[in-house]
């Protein structure tokens, strides 16, 4: 198990990640803490915070960085698979078999699996973005209080109903790792590298690709991940298209996902239309 700590820990390097506890919210951009350390450090970061200066009309969408990862939206594969596979029992997309993977914290589960999950839960309308985004602050409070037990109680809450939220497992493994449970913290820190790099594979923040999550919280840690530094920004769009993205700004580099699932649950006040 040591071991394979260290794997991780190496996967994180070479994919240049940093997974501070960041309390996300939706617009308008509250403080974001400022901490660089895998599974920050309370003690040491929680009164560190950062204010945003940045003004609304300073932001510019970048559709393709030169981050070292080289990604650009002609080198993300198209995802075919159809949703029907969700719901074929001899499919090895069908939802259960899917959960099952991902509830028992199986790495082995695919790329297209975690994705078409994903879209199952928001084509069958099973999923609360509302709910799963306050359950996931609840635990970034619970985390921060040093108060574990209950963090892990509501992180349990969150993969109930989102086994593959990257949130749900970033919070429990850190509640884990500080109650001195170094193998589920790997197991959950393990999962949550399958799952953001599967978000990766199929996405890169830009609005004709935008990532495929669950929810608005996880923007934060993917665009995080993918940078290296905390949103100074946030904002939902509602595109000419009807599209609900959620943008995420550091440094005026924008990245977005497609949070159109949650457009039925928001007020007009709560995004921006574009015209």
Same mark, same amino acid.
């Given at each position: ?14 994919? =240049? ?18 901490? /660089? ?28 960085? =030169? ?113 001195? =449970? /170094? ?93």
């Amino acid at each position: 198990m040591k071991k394979r700590y260290y794997l991780a820990g190496l996967l994180f390097f070479l994919m =240049n990640v940093s997974f501070g506890q960041i309390p996300p919210s939706p617009p308008p951009s509250k403080k974001a803490n400022k901490s /660089a350390k895998i599974y920050g450090d309370y003690s040491q970061n929680k009164n560190k915070k950062e204010t945003s200066t940045t003004n609304e009309t300073d932001i510019q969408e970048v559709s393709e960085d =030169n981050s070292s990862s080289g990604i650009t939206k002609n080198n993300i594969p198209e995802f075919k698979i159809s949703i029907d596979e969700t719901t074929n029992v001899n499919s090895v997309y069908y939802f259960k078999k899917v959960e099952s993977l991902l509830s028992t914290l199986d790495t082995l589960v695919s790329a297209e699996q975690i994705i078409m999950y994903t879209k199952y839960k928001i084509h069958s309308n099973s999923i609360n973005p509302t709910k799963l985004d306050s359950l996931a602050n609840k635990a970034y409070s619970l985390n921060e209080s040093k108060n574990y037990d209950e963090a892990i109680i509501t992180c349990k809450q969150i993969l109930d109903q989102s086994p593959n939220n990257i949130s749900g497992h970033k919070e429990i493994a850190y509640a884990y790792k500080h109650l001195g =449970n /170094a193998d589920l913290s790997n197991l959950h820190f393990l999962m949550m590298v399958k799952i953001i790099n599967s978000v990766f594979k199929y996405g890169n923040g830009t609005r004709q690709v935008p990532y495929v999550l669950n929810n608005f919280f996880e923007g934060l840690s993917i665009y995080e991940a993918k940078f290296g530094c905390f949103p100074r920004k946030v904002r939902l769009i509602l595109t000419k298209e009807k599209k609900l993205l959620g943008g995420y700004d550091c440094y005026h580099i924008m990245r977005f996902s497609n949070l159109t699932h949650w457009l039925p649950l928001l007020k007009k006040d709560d995004y921006k239309i574009e015209e």
